[in-house]
């Protein structure tokens, strides 16, 4: 019978070399969503129920937390969006950068690669 590694805890995240959890959430592609989508995601997971929370990411240490972080990055992301299309470029550059940092703070298998 196999043993299954639990993850380790690094830092302030979470990593797994054995990929147990990244077959286990359902984190979307925010890339492939539209500003709507996006604000929509902010609205049900920035202030989750632990059962969301749970159905969004699994229930390891921190799945409320890290249900804020991607709420976070959704938000930041619809805003840029919303800046460029009024031409706000500057603004939307600032929101981007906010975006790429949460997405650096992400453990690497709660990361979209832009295939789903």
Not at 13 to 26: A, G, I, P, S, V
Not at 56 to 68: A, D, H, P, S
Request: with cysteine.
């Amino acid at each position: 019978m196999p043993v299954r590694r639990l993850p380790r805890l690094h830092g302030n995240h979470m990593e797994d070399d054995t990929n147990y959890f990244r077959n286990k959430h359902n984190i979307p592609n925010f890339d492939a969503m539209t500003s709507e989508e996006l604000m929509d995601f902010w609205k049900k997971y920035s202030r989750p129920t632990r059962k969301d929370a749970a159905a969004l990411v699994g229930k390891q240490k921190g799945y409320i937390t890290l249900c804020g972080q991607l709420a976070a990055y959704a938000c930041n992301k619809a805003v840029a969006m919303r800046c460029r299309v009024r031409g706000d470029i500057q603004a939307a550059e600032i929101y981007e950068k906010h975006c790429e940092l949460d997405y650096e703070r992400l453990p690497d298998w709660a990361k979209w690669d832009g295939t789903t």
